[in-house]
């Protein structure tokens, strides 16, 4: 069985999908059985025979090169809203225990598993009269350690700060953070510095827009993986 890693965010249009796939790309041009997997996506494309097309998956596999069958997902919604609220719109809610086959699944196909959460980490998977699941609540119950997208431009420190409070209260290990959107300067320099600081986890890439390939080793990006 292979090994997996979190990916979240701070929060939702931060580029997450966006790195989640140079990350991919990173472990399989190292020469690496990397795959990708992501429990709940909303906001699906729809055809016209009402085909559901996996948006964040497509372009991670795209990205890496991955077989349709490597980037896997296990529910997929119609509207762009919170997992949550596009399953009640469905009458679609998740099946947790499916969820967890289904990334075991993955993770048994693979040596590095790359599991893509959906929007921040305390974004709502299940929200009814049975359960009540947050994206911590997932990445807790798949025994996953997390790697932080954040924006490299004003407003992360506090964005990246709190997420990273929030996981050391649940119990859920930072890997350290990237920053996505990165044009340097003395601001974010100076967000760096203080991300840094306050979290105790390092910043380990500084992603521009428009980079092609993660600006990080492959053999210390491969070590984040548990």
Known sequence: MGKALFITGTGTDIGKTYVTGL??????????????????????????DGTLLPGDA????????????????????RDAVSPHLAAQIEGRPMDFDKVEQDFHTAKERMDYLTVEG?????????????????????????????LVVADAGLGTINAAVLTAEHLKMRGIPLKGFIFNNWTGGTMQEDNVKMVEALTGAPVLARVEHGDAALPMAADALAALYD
């Open 23 to 48: 990350i991919v790309k990173k472990l399989r041009d190292a020469g690496l059985r990397a795959g990708y997997y992501k429990a709940a996506l909303s906001g699906a494309e729809t055809l016209a």
């Open 58 to 77: 497509l372009h991670v596999a795209h990205t890496a090169g991955l077989a349709p069958e490597d980037a896997a997902v296990s529910y997929i919604y």
């Open 118 to 146: 959906s929007g921040g980490i305390i974004c709502p998977l299940r929200w009814d009269n049975e359960e009540h699941v947050i994206l911590d609540d997932l990445a807790l119950r798949l025994g996953l350690s997390a």
